[in-house]
């Protein structure tokens, strides 16, 4: 048998019994609310092991993953073949492929000559066919039985995604991949993880199927919280904080379990940095009520849920001398330096996804962190993994991803030609060049093929012979008027570029969006900010002038110089009116831990630009040019 599918069969073992046997031994602990919402198929047909195993298997042979890992990599080329053949083999009578006269091949050549690549607009009705309750084979094999919800925050609105086993396992497997890497770097000794996530709301499609955020589907599973437990990484808080109906008073449970459980905490995480961030930024606020809450052991009114309260109130007992304890920290703070740290001494580490759209949170996280190291998380999206962090002690600036090429068949459309370009032509993983960049494309067991996931990624070297990525942005251009191409990065470079003139105020920008403005001519850019307080008008103009120098793009500057692009507008926003856009995402079905702040605001999206435009206190026009 060739040697990756020895590894790919190995994993795909390893994982199967490893939740089967820990099914077994959970199955009467679990909670009946969570096992009914677990599809049928979750449980596979393998034999039942002893119970014994269950000692092996709740420890993870972290040497094995790792071994197992490189062994894979080591021959990527030939993996990538393999499970481009074992996707088109299971889903081969689907609706999608057979229309596309495949006819049973699973060979590269006929897979590129029949099947287009596509974005999620092309898979639309196929998606909404499956939602409306349509159980016959369409994109894969085996019918769907979950959707996820995309975050959206990019898009505008939630778009529905298949969730099936296949992608539970593959996201198990990449977190214990990387959870491998790290372990090894930073030790962890068991107990617990404050964990910031958060549950969406569930509910059924027309057609009956489940759905929820790819985030909540996979935290209502019980395998996924005896992976976790296995990877020593136990969540603090219950299940009715997790899942609690109000975000506002899960997150305050969440920081009260936190410190109730302090010196068990190993490392602080969430889904995506600005979770953390927006925890701490809380905490800022209601330190002194959870200190009550603990000194007499008595939760706060304003935790109003009675199955939340309940569960807390498990928790809580009067502890003085621990909320001393907090009081003294806090107070013995600096503008909050280190807090992280003061609070759980015995962390090891802050963990989370960092890059991209959560780079411009790093500044705060990093000195609430004190001198905890930040390890990045790793890069998937609700439609599919891509690649793990194997390298945790780099600096989130400079995280990369190893690709698994077990977990889907990937393909890299250069970046000259992503844009505009009717017949891209994608390279395969093993022949992409180091120091360039590409927009990815994704082939996986839950009915993406040739997938645009929309993500543009830098390849910045090799892991044995799979490449490393850096995550650059989304593909499409944010900032465009004319001849003008600005992404989502150049925004960032230009926020933080301006936002630095702040900082000799003592200000800073808590977060951003922006929009193009067309409704005169000629057009021009604005740019949200809400900051921390007060800053002077003198201040305020200086940013506002340094954004529009920091669009460097030629066709912008060049716009500016003879006004085919208006200048610049920096319209400064009410406290909490961010806190207002998330609140609008998470009625339409969001979750809080898959949330980011959308970057632009489209001219279609008008609820969140009338949120802003209500909001607005002050504003400015550059003078830059
Ligand atoms: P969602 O729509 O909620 O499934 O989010 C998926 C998107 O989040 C991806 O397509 C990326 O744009 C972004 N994302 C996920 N992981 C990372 C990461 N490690 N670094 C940067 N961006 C990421």
């Not at 219950?238 to 009260?256: A, K, N, R, T």
């Not at 995280?399 to 505009?420: D, Q």
Request: proline fraction near 5%; include cysteine.
């Amino acid at each position: 048998m060739a040697q990756s599918t020895l590894v790919q069969s190995s994993y795909s073992n390893f994982f199967r019994s490893f939740f089967f046997t820990l099914f077994l031994y959970l199955q009467s602990a679990i909670h009946p609310v969570l096992y009914s919402s677990l599809s049928p198929s979750t449980f596979r047909k393998e034999s039942p092991r002893s119970v014994n195993m269950l000692e092996k298997m709740e420890e993870i042979n972290l040497d094995r993953v790792i071994e197992e890992f490189e062994a894979m990599t080591r021959d990527a080329g030939r993996v990538q073949k393999e499970t481009l053949k074992r996707i088109l083999d299971e889903n081969g009578n689907s609706e999608y492929l057979q229309n596309l006269g495949l006819d049973g091949r699973t060979d590269l050549e006929s897979f590129r000559a029949c099947v287009p690549i596509v974005t999620h607009k092309d898979l639309e009705h196929y998606m909404q066919r499956i939602a409306d309750g349509d159980s016959s084979p369409i994109l894969t094999g085996r019918p769907i039985t979950t959707i996820s919800l995309s975050s959206g925050t990019t898009q505008g609105k939630p778009k529905y995604v298949p969730f099936n086993d296949e992608l539970f396992d593959t996201t198990m497997q990449i977190y214990q991949t990387s959870f491998a890497f790290r372990n090894r770097d930073y030790p962890i000794e068991g107990g617990k993880v404050l964990q910031f996530i958060y549950g969406s709301k569930q509910f059924k499609t027309k057609g009956g199927l489940a759905a929820g955020t790819a985030t909540t589907n996979l935290f209502r599973s019980s395998q996924y919280k005896s992976t976790m437990k296995a990877m020593q990484s136990h969540c603090c808080s219950p299940d009715e904080v997790i899942f609690g109906p109000d975000f506002q008073q899960s997150l305050y449970c969440h920081l009260l379990c936190g410190l109730l459980y302090r010196d068990e905490v190993q490392s602080v995480s969430s889904t995506f940095a600005h979770s953390i961030v927006h925890a701490f930024r809380t905490f800022e606020q209601v330190w002194e009520e959870l200190c009550t809450d603990i000194r007499y052991g008595v939760l706060t009114s304003r935790i109003t849920g009675p199955c939340i309260r309940a569960a807390m109130s498990k928790l809580l007992k009067p502890d003085p001398a621990l909320a001393d304890l907090i009081q003294e920290k806090c107070s013995g703070l600096i503008n909050w330096y280190g807090l992280i740290q003061e609070l759980f001494p015995n962390a090891k580490y802050i963990y989370g996804i960092m890059t991209g759209s959560m780079q411009p949170y790093l500044k705060k996280l990093r000195h609430y962190a004190g001198e905890l190291p930040l390890l990045s998380a790793d890069y998937g999206a609700s439609e599919g993994w891509v690649g793990a962090n194997v390298n945790p002690k780099l600096p989130p600036e400079l995280a990369t991803f190893a690709v698994l090429p077990n977990i889907g068949y990937f393909e890299f459309i250069p970046l000259k030609e992503c844009i505009n370009t009717l017949e891209p032509k994608p390279v395969g993983l093993t022949e992409v060049k180091v120091g360039q960049e590409y927009e990815i494309l994704v082939t996986n067991s839950a009915g993406f093929y040739r997938y645009r996931l929309g993500d543009m990624v830098k390849v910045v070297g090799f892991h044995n012979s799979t490449p490393e990525l850096q995550f650059i942005c989304r593909r499409n251009l944010l900032l465009t008027i004319n001849i003008d191409k600005n992404t989502e990065k150049d925004l960032q470079l230009a926020v933080e570029a301006a936002a630095n003139l702040l900082a000799e105020d003592k200000r800073e920008v808590v977060d951003f969006t922006s929009h193009v403005d067309l409704s005169k001519e000629p057009g021009h850019y604005v740019i949200f900010w809400e900051i921390n307080g007060e800053a002077s008008d003198d201040t305020l103009k200086e940013c506002c002038n340094c954004l529009d120098r920091s669009f460097v793009d030629a066709g912008y500057v060049s716009s500016r110089k003879v006004n085919t692009i208006a200048p610049l507008e920096l319209r400064v926003l009410r406290r909490g009116t961010f806190q207002k856009i998330l609140d609008h995402y998470l009625g339409l079905g969001a979750a809080v831990s898959q949330f980011k702040t959308p970057r632009c605001v489209g001219p279609s999206n008008d609820a969140v630009l009338r949120i802003l435009s209500e909001n607005v206190i002050k504003s400015y026009f550059s003078s830059a040019f």
